[in-house]
Antibody, heavy 122, light 105 residues
Framework: EVQLVESGGVVVQPGGSLRISCAAS????????MHWVRQAPGKGLEWVSL????????YYADSVKGRFSISRDNSKNSLYLQMNSLRTEDTALYYC???????????????WGQGTLVTVSS | EIVLTQSPATLSLSPGERATLSCRAS??????LGWYQQKPGQAPRLLIY???NRASGIPARFSGSGSGTDFTLTISSLEPEDFAVYYC???????FGGGTKVEIK
């Protein structure tokens, strides 16, 4: 059974930094592109970032480019998102999501975690 | 940037009725469109990919159609568990649609 479990969400002050994690199991982690998708309270979904199966390619939404950094450790079946220079508008539930197909990203997400809440507030 | 516009924002229907949800792209996206269902307090679930293909385990009452700029998600006969928010998404880094809430009438 595929499982994605996010952790690390906390309350952080504007301008602060935070790293959130996602532990994956139930599939061959290093075959798949992985994504972070976020959802502000009461709002819709926003794709944030992706990382290729081998970590060689990363992409970011314009809203986080230059501030967030995605990484993965395939030996630990783990995905990370380093968030710097946080803003109040970054407040959201952050989901880890698995790409639908192996190797080449489709940007469809067939498995999601339950999310970790990041609150940026003074 | 390609913008996806979903309509209506809210659809009020009764169980057993047919639901028709629309998603319009600001420019052609071929058939590169997915649909997701999200219930309160839950993560989204992939329903449809590439406009018309049901994801694994998705009931046959869900169907998708369209290409180019106009897409439709149809739920042939609403079950109680289908009342939720539905999002369309282009197969790329562009934003999701704003969502359609299907609520019980």
């Amino acid at each position: 059974e595929v499982q994605l479990v996010e952790s690390g969400g906390v309350v952080v002050q504007p301008g602060g930094s935070l790293r959130i994690s996602c532990a994956a199991s139930g599939f061959t982690f290093d075959d798949y592109t992985m994504h972070w998708v976020r959802q502000a309270p009461g709002k819709g979904l926003e794709w944030v970032s992706l990382i290729s199966w081998d970590g060689g390619s990363t992409y970011y939404a314009d809203s986080v480019k230059g501030r967030f950094s995605i990484s993965r450790d395939n030996s630990k079946n783990s995905l990370y998102l380093q968030m710097n220079s946080l803003r109040t508008e970054d407040t959201a539930l952050y989901y880890c999501a698995k790409d639908f197909r192996d190797t080449t990203p489709t940007y469809y997400f067939d498995y999601w975690g339950q999310g970790t809440l990041v609150t940026v507030s003074s | 940037e390609i913008v996806l516009t979903q309509s209506p924002a809210t659809l009020s229907l009764s169980p057993g009725e047919r639901a028709t949800l629309s998603c319009r792209a600001s420019q052609s996206i071929s058939n590169y469109l997915g649909w997701y269902q999200q219930k309160p307090g839950q993560a989204p679930r992939l329903l449809i990919y590439d406009a018309s293909n049901r994801a694994s385990g998705i009931p046959a009452r869900f169907s998708g159609s369209g290409s180019g700029t106009d897409f439709t998600l149809t739920i042939s006969s609403l079950e109680p568990e289908d009342f939720a928010v539905y999002y369309c998404q282009q197969r790329n880094i562009w934003p999701f649609g704003g969502g359609t809430k299907v609520e019980i009438k």
